[in-house]
């Protein structure tokens, strides 16, 4: 039984590898391939509301008990689908409105 879960192990390693390569011919950048896929119509991807093809979380998503995955789920769709919308319109008034998105400095 031993080696079985060991070949499995490998096997799963070597599709995770693979498909990782594979990923890494369509990347020309930070927003660019599989990594930031448009699921959801490019209105959501403007607000980086997107679907990451990344085997990682098929197999985190697969460990967790599917109360962690109901619970994340909801927490993603809150914060990106919410959260962030509302901290956009906010712009100018809670923060600088010429402050890159990315940035973390404050007003002060």
């Known amino acids: 039984m031993h080696t079985r879960q060991v070949s499995v192990l490998f096997k ?4 995770s590898f693979v498909w990782a390569f594979f990923q890494w011919f369509f990347a ?18 403007a607000q980086r509301f997107y679907f990451d093809f990344s085997s990682t979380y098929v ?15 909801i927490g993603a769709i809150m ?5 962030w919308p509302l ?6 008034i809670w923060y600088s409105a010429d402050s890159k998105q ?4 404050s007003r002060l």
């Open 28 to 45: 020309a950048g930070d927003d660019c391939g599989f990594a930031s896929f448009p699921t959801f119509g490019l209105k959501a991807y």
């Open 102 to 105: 990315s940035s973390w400095h």
């Open 59 to 73: 197999g985190v998503g697969m460990i967790c008990p599917y109360m962690v995955n109901i619970s994340l789920l």
């Open 12 to 15: 799963s390693f070597s599709f």
């Open 79 to 83: 914060s990106w689908g919410i959260m």
């Open 87 to 92: 901290i956009e319109a906010k712009k100018g």
